[in-house]
């Protein structure tokens, strides 16, 4: 009996092609009985589908293809087709629709080529056979155009919903297909912008070292030049017996002066080198990301361009934290612990009923895989910090000690610590190849990023080296570089103990950056958890 595929799109849209057997196979291989063109998306496999004839249905079955077998859009193993089923070999691959060619229509198709009228009865036995294979007989000749009729009218409202079906589907499967090109397009844009930032960050990180070796350099330089010529003076004046012994005394206290300065720049340089070692690793990366819900408790709508209103969905930002204690305590700044303490924006939406809600916060640490999820346990009302609290299941991270004694001073060197810039600062530090390797493999989702990085070890954080500039009672001004993602960094001095927490910083002018005082830190730790000295 033979197997009728009605060609749906393509170049062979409307073409009906007839192929005999009881078992048809479909795809783009030299075997298919019904070869396909393969599509740029590899549509159809070799051996995708068959047709095959059971029972007096035609049955489609997939041959495990990758792509699968549809049917009005949905995918199969094995059906049953009816005449208005569209089959579809994987999602956009080739459609057609199938059908047994039955005998009677054979028969009547035949004899209508060949019989020009019924002439001496000739084929009056043809005729009565397909009376037969109808049902038709001479007893009830009005029954047969009944059923008939409503075997048509059914059939012609089984194609009617079977279109409008498929019209719907079509474009249900259209709205589908353009929403997931938009979000690979936008996964595209967002791949591209963040190669390009962390290409931007590269060239500035690249620039901001260049500056403080140089300018370490001149400073070097500049001493021993100065030592040079005081001590060609000192040589000059003790060989001049004329000169007076005070004038040879001076020269030689300003040469201890310019040495001990030389002296001092290297130490500083020494003990940076030595703190970075020793307590990096408990200096740690913190990510979170919060969202906004309305009065009724449901995500935060805005209007979009063209007047559509979309959810404002999660909001990803990071800073800075480091380790107080071996049991877990972590200190930050508030506006880390809380990034929509003091927004602005955040407290106009709070007037119609907004809220923010906190949908993460984790930290990760310098060799350690795996992040910490951080809970908040107090934040200062009088400063920018705030003390969270980390589970750290056995793991040894560093814990930085906090100076409780001495008051710094102003003019005294300090070291700042943290990771400015956030994720773009940690992959400028790696090769293009690597980047590109982490983007695609991650999407370009941020969450993603931090997590592989970890894996991979790539978590350190920065170091830059400065002066305080001012020491006042609510904050410490000091000119040791950082920006935005820094936030939440320890200030130490050159003994390895923490003066104070990186706050913020002043737009336009890397030479002031502001910092909030120990004393408002100790003041959130619980009292047995205070360190000692």
Known sequence: MPILLTHLGSGRHGETEAVEGERVLLGSGPASDVRFAVDLTGLPAEEHAELLVKRGDLVVRDLGSPAGTLVNGFPVGEMALAPADVVELGPGGPRFRGRLQSPSRALSGEHRGKDSGPRNGAFAPARGLERRLHGTGPRRPRSPRRVVAALAAAAL????????????????????????????????????????AVGAERQRAA?????????????????KAQEQELRERLVGAEADASRKGDDIAALERRLEETHARQKALADERSSAERLLRQLQGGVGFVEGTYTLLDAEGAPLTVEAPGGKSVPVGEIYYSGTGFLVSASGLVLTNRHVAEPWWKDERVEALRTTGAAPVRRALRVYFPGVPDPFDLSVVRVSEAADVALLSASLGGRKVPVLPLQRK????????????????GLDALLARLDDSVVAELVTATGGDPEKASRELARRGMVRP???????????PNQLVYDAQTTIGGSGGPILDLSGEVIGVNAAILSGFGGANFGVPVRYALELLPPAKRPSR
Not at 168 to 177: F, V
Not at 406 to 421: C, D, E, K, N, S
Not at 462 to 472: C, N
């Open 157 to 196: 409202l089984v194609s009617v919903a079977a279109l409008v079906w498929g019209t719907l589907e079509k474009r249900r499967m259209s709205r589908e297909i353009g929403g997931l090109r938009g979000q690979i397009e936008r996964d595209r844009s967002l791949r591209i912008s963040l190669l390009r």
């Open 207 to 223: 620039r901001e070292q260049e500056r403080l070796e140089a300018e370490t350099r001149g400073q070097i330089l500049a001493l």
């Open 406 to 421: 001495r008051q710094p001073a102003t003019g005294q060197p300090v070291l700042l610590l943290g990771y400015p810039a």
């Open 462 to 472: 920065l170091a830059t080296q400065g002066h305080l500039g001012d020491v006042l």
